[in-house]
């Protein structure tokens, strides 16, 4: 049975057919909802994360929908890691139209708190994970007839990031490369833009606040509630399909309004 929000009924349940669609952290959270609702609108679709036990239920969710699924393990912060997923996915489903940059990671510390060891694991995550996988698909982009890029920033990026210093840079970073791709990479056919969530109520998200997320939090937000997968994956859906076609290098935010609340005055 489809789970796909309804939000998404405004596009065509065929919008996706004969493309192909890519996921990086696939299994959980927001990559999940990506990964279900390109099915659900006529996509192949591969998945990828670390944890295969992530990713099987997921792949047999797609191809109950009638479509093929490709389900790979990959460790975005390795660039030969991110080349073999890169290669499965193009050997199982023979093309990649559609790349959701996807993967990420965060944990919350003082800032003088913050080690090495726990800066490399979450800025290899958001930023050398999101250029590895940009770097791979893209060129095989280039050299075919083109293809999508969109990439997971978040509203932290636009402004300091107190107890998440290393996800906050990380993602300042993804936007600027989103941008830099864009400029570039357009003679080839290619666009590439950032969404940039708020607060999204994902398992990752309550692991990293070491829980729930507390409900004083919500004074940030002037929609007055936390948002959740289904609601990036409209924005997400509308930036990969041809009724985008002359946007690239875009940053849409999809937060509830925090940003406009929070932007120092």
């Given amino acids: 049975m489809s789970t796909t929000p309804p939000s998404t009924e405004l596009f065509r349940s065929d919008l996706f057919e004969g493309s192909v669609a890519l996921v990086t ?4 959270g927001i990559g999940r909802a990506l990964a279900l609702a390109y099915a659900d609108h006529g996509a192949d679709v591969a998945i990828a994360s670390r944890e295969m036990d992530h990713l099987a239920p997921v792949a047999e969710e797609i191809e109950a929908r009638g479509v093929r699924a490709c389900a790979t393990t990959v460790d975005v912060r390795e660039y030969d890691s991110v080349e073999t997923m890169t290669d499965t996915v193009l050997e199982e489903l023979g093309r990649i139209d559609i790349l959701v940059n996807n993967a990420g990671a965060n944990f919350i510390t003082p800032t003088e708190s913050l080690t090495p060891n726990g800066w490399r694991s979450v800025v290899g995550t958001i930023l050398d994970g999101t250029a590895y996988c940009t770097l791979s698909v893209g060129q095989r982009m280039i050299d075919s ?10 509203t932290n990026s636009e402004h300091g990031a107190p107890f998440h210093a290393h996800s906050g840079a990380g993602k300042a970073g993804v936007h600027n490369l989103m941008q830099t791709v ?3 990479w357009a003679p080839h056919g290619i666009r590439a833009n950032t969404i940039a969530p708020g607060i999204i109520e994902t398992e990752g998200v309550a692991d990293a606040a070491g829980g729930e997320l507390p ?14 997968p289904a609601d990036c994956v409209p924005a997400v859906l ?9 946007i690239t290098g875009s940053y849409l935010t999809v937060d509830g309004g925090q940003l406009l609340a929070t932007t120092p005055v």
């Fill in 25 to 28: 952290g696939g299994g959980t």
């Fill in 145 to 154: 007839d083109g293809g999508v890029i969109v990439s997971m920033g978040a």
């Fill in 182 to 184: 864009a400029s570039e």
């Fill in 215 to 228: 409900e004083e939090m919500l004074e940030e937000i002037p929609a007055d509630r936390f948002g959740t």
């Fill in 238 to 246: 509308f930036l990969t399909s041809p009724a985008a076609a002359y």
